[in-house]
Every structure is written in structure tokens, then in C-alpha cells.
């Protein structure tokens, strides 16, 4: 069936180093969104990515599409621990048309 | 505009007890989905409706039970609870399926014991 990946599944960082999930999928998306979840707390939306290669920036983070429209990644820099949560890739597959939502990453920030 | 709002947020149940998830958004969005979420894990689909009426299955959906009588209201019954039901609930609504954000309830934490 078909499956999105995130990978690593955990990550502690110490605080001020930079930070990377990537997203993988066994089939061609239309989108790519990612949510953040705080610790007790619900998915919030961050981003979508629409075209292939697609490159956006939000302030310390950096979210990539890839050029086969298959993975993405999300890049922090200098993580600070308001960066604390689990990050969620949710992709909209092209041929069923379905959301998946990945397993999520979570990061630690260690002050 | 308050959003997605969930009640109750907590709740208890014995095993074979039934109990109704309350679901409600005001911001007319005709998509609407329940997730759960187990300690430590991702988000799957239990059902989602595309409008009032409408509602279809999702990754999981075995134990549980939807209606959409209306916009903004969308409930998940559970029958007969049982202890692999001891969950984080959540309800979302979105314009459109996959192309614009899903805006998450607060959640219901729910335990079957």
C-alpha cells in the first residue's frame, strides 16, 4: 500500500545545533504539508509545497520538495527549545487521491 | 472564530461501554476527518466526510461510527469500547481534501479499561 516514511524517528539535539526529517514516499505526491505537534498538543500546519524542487523559508526553518515529488525534508537552524515537538509530513497522493500522514519525527532540544 | 473545538477532553470507560466524541467547526469547511493517535505514534484516519450526508472510511475505522448531519458538526461513536480503543482523538476540518490546511481539535484523550 501505499506509505509515507519520516526518518529519523527520534533526535536530540543540543541547543543551537541545526536539525533535519526527511520525508519519503513510495509514490508521486501532488503536495506536501508539514504540522508541528507540542508535547499534549494538537497539529498545527507550518507549510505546503506544491511544485517539484520547491524551496520555502520560515524564519530558522527551511522546507524543501523533492525534484521527483516523492521526499521532502525539513531543515532548523540554530534549534532553540521552543523548537521542542514532533514534526508530521502529510502527503497528498496523486493516483488515490488520499492525505497520508507520516509517523512523525520528534526532537529534543537540550538547553 | 473558535475553530475545531472537541468535547469532552477526557474520558474514562469500562470495556463494552459506548460513549459519543463531539466534533464541531465554524468555519464552514465541508471536509471534515477523525484521527487517532496512539502514545508515541502518527496520526490514522479512522473516518472523513466530504459534506453533510457524506462520510467514508479510513485507515481504521472497525469499532467505530460517524454521521454528518450537518456543516459543522461531525461525532464519533464508539460501541462496545474496548481496551485497544485507549487513544488521543483528534477531529480536523479543511476547505479542500489535501490541497489547504487541516486545522486539529484540541483532542480527546480517551482510556478503555
Known amino acids: 500500500g501505499q506509505q509515507v516514511m519520516q526518518i529519523p524517528q527520534y533526535q536530540h539535539v543540543q541547543e543551537g545545533e541545526d536539525f533535519t526529517t526527511y520525508c519519503n514516499s513510495s509514490?508521486?505526491?501532488?503536495?506536501i504539508q508539514w504540522y508541528k505537534q507540542r508535547p499534549g498538543g494538537h497539529p498545527v500546519f507550518l507549510i505546503q509545497?506544491?511544485?517539484?524542487?520547491e524551496v520555502k523559508k520560515q524564519k530558522r526553518l527551511t522546507f524543501q520538495f523533492g525534484e521527483a515529488k516523492k521526499n521532502s525534508s525539513l531543515h532548523i537552524t540554530a534549534t532553540q527549545t521552543t523548537d521542542v515537538g514532533t514534526y508530521f509530513c502529510?502527503?497528498?497522493?496523486?493516483?488515490?487521491?488520499?492525505?497520508?500522514f507520516g509517523p512523525g519525527t520528534s526532537l529534543s532540544v537540550i538547553p | 472564530n473558535a475553530g475545531v473545538t472537541q468535547t469532552p477532553k477526557f474520558r474514562i470507560l469500562k470495556i463494552g461501554q459506548s460513549m459519543t466524541l463531539q466534533c464541531t467547526q465554524d468555519?464552514?469547511?465541508?471536509?471534515m476527518y477523525w484521527y487517532r493517535q496512539d502514545p508515541g505514534m502518527g496520526l490514522k484516519l479512522i473516518y472523513y466526510?466530504?459534506?453533510?450526508?457524506?462520510?467514508d472510511k479510513g485507515e481504521v475505522p472497525n469499532g467505530y461510527n460517524v454521521s454528518r448531519s450537518t456543516t459543522e458538526d461531525f461525532p464519533l461513536r464508539l460501541e462496545l469500547a474496548a481496551p485497544s480503543q485507549t487513544s488521543v482523538y483528534f477531529c480536523?476540518?479543511?476547505?479542500?481534501?489535501?490541497?489547504?490546511?487541516?486545522?486539529f481539535g484540541p483532542g480527546t484523550r480517551l482510556t478503555v479499561l
Open positions: 480536523a476540518s479543511s476547505y479542500s481534501k489535501g490541497r489547504d490546511t487541516q486545522y
Open positions: 509514490t508521486t505526491l501532488s503536495n
Open positions: 509545497l506544491v511544485k517539484s524542487g
Open positions: 502529510a502527503g497528498l497522493e496523486t493516483s488515490y487521491d488520499k492525505v497520508i
Open positions: 468555519m464552514n469547511h465541508n471536509y
Open positions: 466526510s466530504v459534506g453533510a450526508g457524506i462520510t
